[in-house]
């Protein structure tokens, strides 16, 4: 009902705004929606689950503007996020609940593909494994099976592809986009420092192609989940994983025929042949009708008041996912400031009883990531502290989880990267080629070390290589300190290298395999709490009412590309480029943050 409003809100929003509705009439209209009822989604009887692979997956329901709702819905762009604890807890519920017969895998727009990480992943395919141990079926059809639709959909007992339908299976890959040419051409300097023979976050800074180091870690990073799919659908679908590498290494791309013979589908059918046997299971006699369906989405919200617990004792989910930064942060990024405040107030509510930390980050600033990883060793002190890691926690990112009672990590999550950087960019010669010049009185030599007039002297370099290789012995003697390892070995696996999840286990990074739920049993465990706990997660979205007068009062947001057409992918990988670069204000300049924006396809 919640997300009902949201969207009812945002279009009336849009449509008082333009009308010009006063400012009293449109905070009217807020209270009036705000305290309103309704009823909700129903669940019938012989009902089928309806989970839209194509959906975005994330840990925590990211915040969305009106105008962005607006915009959303006028682009008819309706692959609205779910939170993974939704996911999880509603299909758990759903394998239970003797109203729902099946459960159905598709994606809603088949030009779409899953955006979220493997870990995230592997943990729904967890959850669906266990939908269909109860005895229900679980039915798959798709357009275009992509790796990431398949590694769930290989659970289902019958997959179905439509006749001008592939399957991919052509592995995974990471590219990495370069900017040395471009800032050198612009008139833009970098100097770069930084610790770890695998540290390459400054690579596309300073180079045209990845670094020796740099793929060598990526490709055994890629191996490594890639060896997790091939595994877990091998056995799923009764293949040999050696069968499937061949399938990847002469086909890569397999039509229906194809993907039929190879055993990766059962059938090969059109949408309307798996709607009229979806709706021959539900019984729907209706011809103008199709099957009696809901979506996760509409049955989680039809079911919230069967899966809430009610408690006093508090098991507190707090999320940090995104870029760490200094200060408060922004939506979608991991504030030092704000976070630790999170974290206190937690530590000093009596009704809290233990503390998960879901990390889903590549790291950033190291002032924040310490002053969050401080909080931490705080509270540790008060109450547990379990560190679940998503898709990744690397970097800054492992700075904040390693002072954690126990670490949980997925086989496939990205992780480690102990290693430290520091960028010092200037703009002399854009300016002097544009006219513009500077000139400085000091009190001192290193007075204006900060500017970015002007390139850094060796002497400000070799104190920020000081600076450096301090905060990167920290890193390994913390990292000794908590994970109770000699600093030789962390001095040797660290380097600046990324791991998964799986290998981190083996070199005593992470304590355990396992997800979110995995570590929030854990830490009811470790409180002695039993069955008499209920979750609660942070930080607190803002209200939607707060977000509506913030979006009248604020700044406007920008409109964001539209499309899943390659040009607009390339270019929002470019916007997520230049958003990382924002998001660099360390206020040394120097950040434990991940080898580049790592993506994976």
Do not use: C, H
């Amino acid at each position: 009902m919640r997300d009902f409003l949201k969207t009812t809100l945002a279009t009336l929003v849009g449509l008082l705004i333009f009308s010009g509705v006063s400012l009293g009439g449109l905070l009217f209209l807020i209270m009036g929606l705000a305290s309103s009822r309704s009823t909700g989604p129903q669940v019938k009887d012989k009902t089928v689950l309806v989970m839209d692979l194509a959906q975005p997956i994330t840990d925590s329901q990211p915040e969305r503007s009106p105008q962005e709702v607006v915009n959303d819905t006028v682009a008819g762009n309706l692959q609205s996020t779910v939170t993974l604890r939704t996911v999880l807890t509603t299909i758990d519920q759903a394998a239970k609940d003797d109203r729902i017969l099946a459960l159905y895998l598709t994606a809603r727009d088949s030009s779409s593909r899953n955006g979220s990480g493997y870990a995230t992943l592997k943990e729904v395919r967890e959850a669906l494994q266990r939908f269909k141990a109860s005895g229900k079926k679980i039915y798959a059809y798709d357009v275009e099976w992509g790796e990431k639709e398949y590694y769930l959909a290989s659970v289902a007992d019958n997959i179905a592809v439509n006749p001008m339908g592939v399957v991919e299976m052509n592995g995974l890959s990471s590219q990495t986009m370069f900017f040395s040419q471009a800032l050198q051409k612009f008139g833009v300097g970098v100097q770069a420092i930084w610790r770890g023979k695998y540290k390459s976050a400054v690579e596309p800074f300073l180079r045209q192609r990845s670094s020796n180091p740099s793929k060598e870690q990526t490709t055994k990073l890629l191996n490594d989940i890639w060896g997790e799919f091939l595994t877990a659908t091998g056995k799923a679908r009764n293949l040999d994983p050696n069968v499937l590498q061949k399938l990847s290494d002469t086909k890569g791309i397999l039509t229906a025929a194809d993907a039929k013979q190879a055993k990766l589908v059962d059938r090969v059918v059109y949408a309307d042949e798996v709607l009229d046997e979806l709706k021959k299971l539900t019984g729907e006699e209706d011809e103008t009708k199709s099957f009696r369906g809901i979506s996760l989405r509409n049955y989680a919200e039809a079911i919230s008041d069967r899966v809430e617990k009610v408690s006093e004792n508090q098991i507190a989910v707090v999320y940090a996912e995104g870029e760490i930064v200094n200060g408060s942060g922004d939506v979608g990024q991991i504030g030092g400031d704000s976070f630790a405040r999170t974290l206190r107030r937690l530590r000093q509510d009596k009704d809290v009883k233990a503390v998960v930390l879901r990390i889903n980050s590549p790291g950033g600033s190291a002032t924040a990531s310490d002053i969050i990883q401080r909080e931490v060793i705080v509270t540790r002190k008060v109450k547990p502290v379990i560190v679940s890691m998503g898709s990744v926690a690397a970097s800054g990112g492992y700075w904040i989880a390693t002072y954690g009672d126990r670490i949980f990590a997925e086989p496939t999550t990205i992780t480690g990267s102990i290693g430290v950087f520091g960028l010092l960019p200037n703009i002399q010669k854009l300016a002097n080629d544009n006219g513009i010049t500077w000139d400085v009185v000091k009190t001192g030599k290193f007075a204006d070390g900060a500017t970015i007039s002007r390139p850094k002297t060796q002497e400000e370099i070799t104190i920020v290589q000081r600076i450096i290789g301090q905060i990167y012995d920290q890193f390994l003697t913390k990292v000794a300190e908590s994970r109770k390892l000699d600093k030789a070995k962390v001095a040797e696996i660290a380097q600046g290298r990324v791991w998964s999840g799986a290998e981190a286990k083996k070199i005593g990074l992470v304590d355990e395999l396992g997800g979110l739920e995995a570590a929030i049993k854990e830490a009811a465990n470790r409180a002695k709490l039993g069955d008499n706990w209920q979750v609660e997660e942070y930080p607190e979205p803002t209200s939607f009412e707060e977000r509506v007068l913030r979006s009248l009062f604020g700044a406007q947001i920008e409109a964001q590309p539209q499309g899943n057409d390659p040009f607009t992918e390339e270019f929002k990988k470019l916007q997520t480029e230049f958003n990382t670069l924002r998001s660099l204000n360390d206020p040394r300049g120097i950040y434990l943050r991940m080898p580049e924006n790592l993506r994976i396809e």
